[in-house]
């Protein structure tokens, strides 16, 4: 349920409105707008971390909030997410990531600049990394990718360098001033991860992953959470909803391409789900052209793609030698590459009125 104020309405007003809800074992989340400002409802969160109505409302209570003093409208919200929802939040959110090597020391997701975030898919040495680091900062990168945890489809393929790997990301982070992406795939490990990453990566097999979910959700940090290769666009809204509802509003998605009957390309990237979520949800949307391809040299289209329908940002894996990578070699570009796609990034963007943060 969200209840719509009237417009220039006064804080007390709010107020009111709140303690209402409160006093009924109801949770009011405000969004203030420059137009209107509007409280979403959720049920109270009960023992097990569950919320005793999903949203849904008792009749009564919508009715008295109506007669609350400068409430405008109560609507009932059909969709299964809420808080993700842009009904609900109608302001686009904006994740800040401090990030040392820009000026203003923060990077915002979300706003009208495009951020890049480019590195090797898996963190494989230190060399690996800070040839790859220095390079992609160079062309204008300003956070930086490296798995140190890695799902693998296959038991045999490279798993990453665990904490080892961590370790070399926040070295990168201290020599080029990026801020650092990588992804946790358990629960138990959150808390460690958190303490060298920027963003936490949960990655596609993860996306229904809810013990995870949960996890981070009790997290300050920004999660990236992606698409799950087989989940529609509401899945994984609800799958963004368990860490917003945990109280993390931090939540930027990223569309990394779906399974289809389709082989030529690892995956079918799904560039329509980007503007859709920018209709249904006020989340960050950002996109993987690497995964959603599976091949270097589709990588730099989907990519300029990807910004002229809306997205907020990119992920994209580059090597310094992709032929020698451990994994998603074929995927990555080559340092060459992503410094022609950058100046080719920036043409899309400030055709549709945005730039690149580069600095
Ligand atoms: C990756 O970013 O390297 C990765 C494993 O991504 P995904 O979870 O989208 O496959
Ligand atoms: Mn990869």
Redesign the pocket.
Known sequence: MIVVMQQHCSDEAIEHVMSYLKNHGLSGHLSQGVERTVIGVLGAVGPSGTRTTAGGINPIIAESLEGLPCVEQVIIVSKPYKLASREFHPVNTIVEIPTPCVSEGVVRIGDSAVVVMAGP??VESEKQLMTTAEAVRKEGAVIL?G?AF??STSPYGFRGMGEEGLKLLAKARDAFGMAIIT?VMTPTDVAMVCEYADIL?I???NMQNYMLLDEVGRTEKPVLL?RGMAATIEEWLLAAEYVLSQGNPHVILCE?GIRTFEKMTRNTMDISAIPVIKRVSHLPIIS?PS?GTGHRDLVSAMSLASVAAGADGL?I?VHPNPDEALK?GAQSLTPEQFKRLMPQLQSVSTAIGRTIVTE
């Open positions: 898919c898996t990718r798995g890695k799902p992804e990566q990655g596609t097999r992606k990394r993987d995964q992920l894996e998603d």
